[in-house]
Nanobody
Framework: QVRLVESGGGLVQPGGSLRLSCVAT????????MNWYRQAPGKQRELVAL???????DYTDSVKGRFTISRDNTKNTMYLQMNSLKPEDAGVYYC????????????????WGQGTQVTVSS
């Protein structure tokens, strides 16, 4: 059974930093593009950043220059380094990916993590 497990959330003051991690556990044969989403109270879930298997990245405009997404394919892990955090960055951060759990790597299913809370407040 494949799972995505996030960690690294917490409380930080404005201007501070956090590093989120997301690891795919279980039987993992291949992982496609990995994504970080966030959801603030009363708002829709939004895509924050993505990274392809070849490490091409993209970010939503509000985090460009402050957040850095990366992945370690040998560890089935994705990271999100968040610097210069603002109160509007707060929310639950979710990782998401298409993952092949069998040797037929063209057959992938979508997985979501349980989310990790990020609070930015003084």
């Amino acid at each position: 059974q494949v799972r995505l497990v996030e960690s690294g959330g917490g409380l930080v003051q404005p201007g501070g930093s956090l590093r989120l991690s997301c690891v795919a556990t279980g039987t993992v044969f291949d992982i496609d593009t990995m994504n970080w989403y966030r959801q603030a109270p009363g708002k829709q879930r939004e895509l924050v950043a993505l990274i392809t298997p070849r490490h091409n990245t993209d970010y939503t405009d509000s985090v460009k220059g402050r957040f850095t997404i990366s992945r370690d394919n040998t560890k089935n892990t994705m990271y999100l380094q968040m610097n210069s955090l603002k109160p509007e960055d707060a929310g639950v951060y979710y990782c998401n990916a298409l993952i092949a759990s069998t040797i037929q790597t063209s057959r992938k299913a979508e997985y979501w993590g349980q989310g990790t809370q990020v609070t930015v407040s003084s």
